[in-house]
Nanobody
Framework: QVQLVESGGGLVQAGGSLRLSCAAS????????MGWFRQAPGKEREFVAA????????FYADSVKGRFTISRDNAKNTVYLQMNSAKPEDTAVYYC????????????????WGQGTQVTVSS
């Protein structure tokens, strides 16, 4: 089992940058595929980015491709989401998630979730 704790959220102006972190407990972090999702008020939780256990493979939602970067440091049991060129439509609660099965964009395939961190992008 793994516990996830997100941090780094806050208020940023449009065009600005923010880096989210997700710290994982446990000694098997490197065996998990990790993902970032977000949920805006009144909307479904949606996929943002995913990364393989080694970091060699990454996937992004079209809405963030070229602006966001997912990365991980297995020595620190941490996955990151670098958000650049932020837009007001990026405003949401951001969640990290973990799965052992496969790198995927489907939220139903993830077994563990953090509590979320709020990101607000002002125009």
């Amino acid at each position: 089992q793994v516990q996830l704790v997100e941090s780094g959220g806050g208020l940023v102006q449009a065009g600005g940058s923010l880096r989210l972190s997700c710290a994982a407990s446990g000694r098997t972090f490197s065996s998990y595929f990790m993902g970032w999702f977000r949920q805006a008020p009144g909307k479904e939780r949606e996929f943002v980015a995913a990364i393989s256990w080694s970091g060699s493979s990454t996937f992004y939602a079209d809405s963030v491709k070229g602006r966001f970067t997912i990365s991980r440091d297995n020595a620190k049991n941490t996955v990151y989401l670098q958000m650049n060129s932020a837009k007001p439509e990026d405003t949401a609660v951001y969640y990290c998630a973990a799965t052992r099965t496969v790198i995927t964009t489907q939220k139903s395939r993830y077994d563990y979730w953090g509590q979320g961190t709020q990101v607000t992008v002002s125009s």
